[in-house]
């Protein structure tokens, strides 16, 4: 079965495996992928450049486990903004903070909301302060975690 992706390229099921593939083993080679969709290496090679040039997949990153680097101090921070900064703006304000794991504009009286992991509390006290003095930021609340209770998110 052929069908359009969001970014409007066709996509087949091998496709669809090849893209499976690399989130389960990003650093698997095109034969090993190859292997597994019954394609040879060449063929994988031609179609993972095919699905970076349209955005398909948009890049390969290393996934750091924060936790084994010690970062165990975790909180959500609700951000507060003076007037009206667009999404963009707050992404480029945050993007390069390491200790942000996520952000997302949210509904409600905050403008966002963070994730930060930290080694401990004057860690995420010092990240707090360079999120605060990246944008126009009115104020921030955190939520410091005592225990995750059900996280599915993590590996």
Known sequence: MIHCSEKGMLMDEVDERIIAELTDHARATFAEIGERVNLSAPAVKRRVDRMLDT??????TAV???????WTTEAYVQVYCHGTIAPAELRQAWVNIPEVVSAATVTGTADAILHVL??????????????????DIERSESIVVLSNLIDRGRS
Do not use: K, Y
Not at 55 to 60: N, P
């Open 55 to 60: 955005g398909v997949i948009r890049g390969f």
């Open 64 to 70: 750091v486990d924060r936790q084994a680097l010690g």
């Open 118 to 135: 930290a080694r401990d509390m004057r860690h995420l006290e010092d990240a707090l302060e360079r999120i605060r003095a990246s944008a």
